[in-house]
């Protein structure tokens, strides 16, 4: 089940700030033992919420404080009379503090706690207490094993605070990492949770702040905020003598010879998202399709860039790149918009241009890389992209003084004064081409209504994101522009046109 739920606080933290924040509770007066029995009775409700009857509970604990959490929770687990084994993948003896109070209670309560090793027999549900938010490194023996044999066994897992190998702060999974179907994670809201490969192994995530101070969780710096329906910026309501000039006009650019297909994709987006005037510069050729498709905008077969001249010099914002391509003809495009004093989307073509070096980023930009064009952009591999998305992010950002949407699972949207958002809504039917000339419209039509770039950028991907969410429920087969009526419809029920 994937983690949407709206009820979910804004604020997100790396895994640092979250220890931080627990060492100001205990030093607040707050005993940490304390801290640790509210997590465990935490997950243990969580646990009986999903698996009320199941009546079994395998335990795997590692040698740290998420190890004592593990042994808390079998502690309830058998007072409520389950049926409760702990494995132990990290030696007992090791455990230091709360975690060693932890185990001596366990104990007490005659919990049968065994050495794990590979022939260990897993039972009922299993609780993933191996690993806690500290890890950076690979995973290494014998804790990579012990996660191989919990998702080789096909039982229920329910994570203690993160799944065990996903790193807190970026969403990469490092080396292996156990895949729960429920995390119930604690005080603040880690980072990782929300992108990369997050998705495939967090499963339905439950929150509980462990009764922690508001004021000091609202006084705490944080990494990042989590779009949801209830924080994000909105779209002024029209009043009734409302024109279409108000609303902007915008140039949509792109489309070269075989490519005609993504530039009007944008310019449908943009149309239907509220802009108040679309034109689009593409091939001549591509003009019959563009009208028949779209006539209420207004197409210009281009054949240089001196065509556009007249035309820049009448529209509010520009959206270029959706099928730009590469060579001579999108190359004289795209250096005429570089020069045009507009607020300006870059997407596709125009962005492996820019990472060329070929042309220079206007001010007031938004880039809306995947993680192959943030790699060549930063001159990395992908790989290291999505080792770090949230660093990629920032560096894009900081290089160009752009706000970046960085594209994928749980997508990012930096801005150069270092704000950092998360929209973690989607749909893995998704997954098909032409979502990103759609994106790359609806920003631009934000952009000409009025919207700072950095609002309009995670509006857009929220908006976008959810409409994937609805129209992926219909399965496989979702094509790009069944996304655009559902974002003209998500835009009205977050902010109705008309009082």
């Given amino acids: 089940m994937p983690h949407t739920k709206d009820e979910l606080p804004d604020a997100l933290y790396s895994a640092a700030q979250v220890r931080a924040l627990d060492a100001s509770l205990i030093a607040a007066g707050t005993p940490g033992f304390q801290l640790m029995q509210r997590a465990a009775r935490a997950t243990w409700r969580a646990l009986v919420r999903q698996w009320p009857t199941a009546g079994e509970l395998s335990v795997l604990a590692g040698h740290g ?35 060693a109070l932890a185990h001596a209670e366990a104990v007490s309560e005659k919990i049968l706690i065994e050495t794990w090793t590979a022939q260990s027999g897993l039972r009922g549900i299993v609780l993933d207490a191996l690993l806690g938010t500290g890890l950076t490194g690979d995973v290494r023996e014998p804790y990579r094993s012990a996660i191989h044999a919990i998702n080789a066994v096909g039982l229920p897992v329910v994570a203690v605070d993160t799944p065990s190998g996903l790193c807190a702060d970026t969403g990469r999974i490092l080396g292996n990492a156990v895949q729960a179907e429920l995390t119930v994670t604690f005080i603040g809201l880690k980072l990782g949770l929300f992108t990369g490969d997050a998705a495939d192994v967090v499963g339905e995530l439950v929150f509980n702040d462990l009764h922690a101070d508001p004021q000091l969780l609202e006084s705490a710096p944080t990494s990042a905020r989590r779009l949801s329906a209830s924080n994000l910026p909105r779209l002024a309501t029209r009043t009734p003598a409302s024109h279409k000039g108000r609303f902007g006009h915008v140039l949509l650019i792109g489309g070269d010879r075989g490519f005609g297909g993504a530039i009007l994709l944008s310019a449908q987006s943009a149309l239907r998202s509220g802009a108040g005037m679309v034109s689009v510069a593409t091939r001549s050729e591509h003009v019959p399709a563009a009208l028949a498709r779209i006539p209420e905008a207004m197409v210009l077969g281009t054949s240089s860039a001196n065509q556009l001249m007249g035309l820049l010099q009448k529209v509010s914002v520009l959206v270029v790149g959706p099928g730009l391509g ?49 790699a060549r952009l930063l001159g990395i591999s992908t790989a290291q992209v999505q080792a770090d998305r949230p660093g990629a992010a920032h560096a894009l950002s900081k290089k160009y003084t752009a706000v970046v949407v960085l594209k994928g699972a749980g997508s990012l949207i930096a801005s150069p004064d270092g704000r950092l958002a998360v929209c973690h809504q989607g749909h893995p039917a998704m ?16 952009l000409a209504q009025g919207m700072a770039t950095f609002d309009a950028a995670c509006l857009a991907v929220w908006l976008h994101a959810n409409a994937g969410a609805r129209q992926g429920k219909f399965g496989r087969g979702l094509a790009a522009s069944d996304l655009i009526p559902a974002i003209r419809q998500l835009m009205e029920e977050q902010a109705p046109c008309l009082k």
């Fill in 65 to 99: 404080n998420n190890a004592g959490d593990g042994y808390l929770v079998a502690v309830l687990a058998r007072r409520a009379g389950w049926s409760v084994r702990v494995l132990a993948v990290g030696d007992p003896q090791r455990l230091q503090g709360d975690a």
């Fill in 431 to 446: 997954a098909t081409a032409g979502l990103g000339d759609v994106l790359a419209g609806l920003v631009g039509a934000l």
């Fill in 326 to 374: 590469q060579a001579a003809w999108g190359r004289s495009l795209l250096s005429a918009a570089a020069n045009a004093p507009l607020p300006q989307v870059w997407d596709a073509d125009a962005l492996n241009l820019l990472a060329e070096e070929r042309v220079a980023l206007p001010k007031d930009c938004v880039i809306t890389p995947h993680p192959g064009e943030a």
